[in-house]
C-alpha cells in the first residue's frame, strides 16, 4: 500500500502494428492471446485493441501518432518450457525461438513481431 494513497498497478503497453491479419496471425494464433475488443472510429480508419493472456494485456493499435514500432517489453511467465514447447509446436513460419539462459539469472525466450517489436518472455532461475 502506497503511503500517499496513490496505488499505481500494471502499466498496460501499446505496441504499433501495421496489418490486423499478421497481428492476429502472430499474437492470437502464434502467441494464445485472445482478442479482448476491437476499435475504430470508423470504417477503414486504423484498429486500435486488445489483447490478453491471463493477466498480461497488450493494447494493439495502427493508429500512427499512438506509438513507434520497435519497442521492447519483457512479460515474465511461469513454465517458460512449456511456453517454448507450445510456440514450437505451432510451426509458425517466421519464428522459431530458443531458451536462453542468461548471466542474470533468467531463462528467456525472444520473439520479434512482424512489425519490429520483441517480445522477450523470462522466468527467474532464483527458486
Not at 503511503?3 to 502467441?31: H, N, Q, W
Not at 485472445?34 to 470508423?42: I, N, P, T, Y
Not at 531458451?99 to 532464483?126: A, H, K, M, Q, Y
Amino acid at each position: 500500500m502506497s503511503t500517499s494513497g496513490i496505488i499505481m498497478k500494471s502499466p498496460t503497453p501499446i505496441l504499433r502494428i501495421f496489418d490486423e491479419e499478421k497481428a492476429k496471425e502472430f499474437y492470437v494464433a502464434f502467441l494464445d492471446f485472445k482478442v479482448d475488443w476491437e476499435h475504430r472510429f470508423e470504417e477503414g480508419l486504423p484498429l486500435y485493441m486488445q489483447v490478453s493472456n491471463g493477466d498480461c494485456i497488450i493494447h494493439l493499435s495502427e493508429n500512427h501518432g499512438d506509438c513507434c514500432p520497435g519497442a521492447a517489453l519483457r512479460i515474465e511467465v511461469e513454465n517458460i518450457e512449456l511456453l517454448h514447447s507450445n510456440l514450437i509446436s505451432k510451426n509458425y513460419k517466421f519464428a522459431r525461438p530458443g531458451i536462453e539462459e542468461t548471466p542474470w539469472n533468467t531463462r528467456e525466450v525472444r520473439i520479434g513481431d512482424p512489425f519490429g517489436n520483441r517480445i522477450v518472455f523470462f522466468e527467474s532461475t532464483l527458486n
